[in-house]
């Protein structure tokens, strides 16, 4: 049965210290109008900048996940947005009067509580749910890391994680619908090997880091003396190793306590998706980084499937830019020109025309016959399609080139023929960043969808 999105009722707040920056803040939870997702307010800068919790923000995965929108950050929000998505909360709005959210108790025990205790609004609009169709993949294989995705008719999540560590050792959990996280999941909390703890301190990585927020792993000897030293410098009493090789600054909620957490830190990465998911995830290894490359994988689909329309209609006869214009914006010349046209361009769509004649050169053994335009030259034509919308973005585009780094999921759908007009729509699927440009490239021939592909390039300046 269809299911409305939901807020809360009333808002709720909760202050404590961030974890990497030991600044003092607040973050306050509010309800939101239907379809407005999931926003970061940084209250305490000019103008209260709006920072949207969604995968293409994040900047910074190596100790949390990190949110930034236009220049303004919002960072280790993971424990926040894994409450929200374990809860099923679909709209809220989040005021930051910091830099980054409270790490609390290091779980996401207390925001879970707090929010089921400030109670849910449905609204009057249905869920839009992602429902996995087809095997979706991640993986880093140097480090052993895998995040995978099946269909299935409820979401369901395994975590598999193993360091050889002998104190660790292999863990795994499971979560069979979001019925289980505020008992099962929420109260994971961080965890911490020693040699790791002793680095980030000698880094002043963690400055609002203390031994209520993290479970601390011994994966070596260590002395009292060591031990006593790591108390002064938490300005706790005396502390010492447990039998379990953890020290005795907290006890565990959980035999598995780990992995529930990287399933936390998981849900919370997916969170960023921006709409819930129906299927089967299984993770071996997940961090930070893997999880926001797979939102962003699925991000990419939905974006996609959002952007598969028709055939776009413009008037041929009157061109933003003839051929004379697009030579001034791209270095390309006959025989290697395939645009003649740009029809349309905003700051994140261009449309561009290929008209296929029988006397170009690749028509002379490919195939004699049968001529048919390759599929690589229309790609190579969505390229420069999406080549005037990247120069477009510098105030001296004669002085750069887009290099090609990618290219993704190409299909090829109809023989596209001499005699035929192709329309090129380009569209961006993130914000250009560093000279970064993502695209996703739809040919028609009429009303004919007869190729697509997803691209990634680079501004360079010659």
């Not at 105030?395 to 299909?411: H, M, Q, R, V, W």
């Amino acid at each position: 049965m269809a299911e409305n999105q939901k807020t809360i009722k009333k808002p709720i707040s909760f202050s404590g210290r961030g974890l990497h920056t030991n600044v003092e803040v607040e973050i306050s939870f509010h309800p939101a109008p239907v379809n407005s997702g999931i926003q970061f307010i940084r209250t305490d800068l000019n103008d209260k900048p709006v920072i949207k919790a969604l995968a293409e923000n994040v900047v910074e995965t190596s100790r949390g996940t990190t949110l930034e929108e236009r220049g303004v950050r919002a960072a280790t929000v993971e424990h926040v947005m894994g409450s929200l998505y374990g809860l099923g909360i679909d709209n809220v709005r989040i005021d930051l009067n910091g830099p980054e959210a409270p790490i609390l108790d290091g779980s996401a025990k207390n925001y879970t509580e707090g929010l089921i205790k400030s109670g849910f609004a449905e609204l009057e609009e249905e869920k839009s749910i992602f429902k996995i169709t087809e095997k979706i993949e991640y993986k880093d294989e140097e480090n052993g890391v895998e995040i995978v995705a099946f269909p299935d008719d409820n979401l369901k999540i395994d975590i598999q994680i193993d360091y050889q560590s002998k104190v660790l050792g292999y863990q795994f959990a499971t979560l069979n619908g979001l019925a289980d996280f505020a008992s099962e999941v929420a109260p994971a909390r961080t965890f911490v090997f020693l040699h790791e703890l002793e680095y980030l301190l000698k880094n002043n990585l963690i400055k609002g880091g203390d031994l209520d927020n993290a479970i601390i792993i011994i994966d070596r000897k260590v002395s009292q003396d060591e031990l006593d030293h790591l108390a002064d410098l938490f300005k706790k009493p005396k502390i010492k190793v447990q039998p379990e090789g953890i020290l005795n600054n907290v006890k565990l909620n959980f035999s598995n306590e780990a992995a529930r957490h990287k399933l936390l830190d998981l849900m919370g990465d997916l969170g960023l998706i921006g709409q819930p998911i129906q299927g089967r995830i299984i993770a071996i290894r997940p961090g930070h980084y893997a999880n926001n490359q797979f939102a962003r994988i699925i991000r990419n689909i939905i974006k996609k499937d959002r952007l598969k329309t028709k055939a776009p209609s413009y008037d041929l006869n009157n061109p933003i830019l003839d051929v004379n214009g697009i030579m001034k914006l791209l270095p390309h010349r006959f025989p290697f020109l395939f645009v003649d046209k740009i029809l349309y361009q905003d700051n994140k769509t261009v449309v561009g025309v290929k008209n296929v004649t029988f006397t170009e050169s690749q028509f002379l053994g490919h195939f004699p016959g049968e001529p048919i335009m390759p599929a690589v030259l229309q790609l190579e034509a969505m390229a420069q399609v999406g080549g005037v919308l990247a120069l477009n973005t510098v105030p001296d585009p004669e002085n750069y080139s887009t290099y090609f780094l990618k290219i993704e999921s190409a299909k090829f759908k109809k023989k596209v023929v001499p005699g035929d007009t192709l329309v090129i729509k380009m569209e961006l699927l993130e914000p250009i960043r560093r000279g970064i440009v993502h695209m996703y490239g739809q040919s028609f021939v009429g009303d004919d969808l007869v190729s697509e592909a997803e691209m990634m390039a680079q501004i360079v300046k010659e």
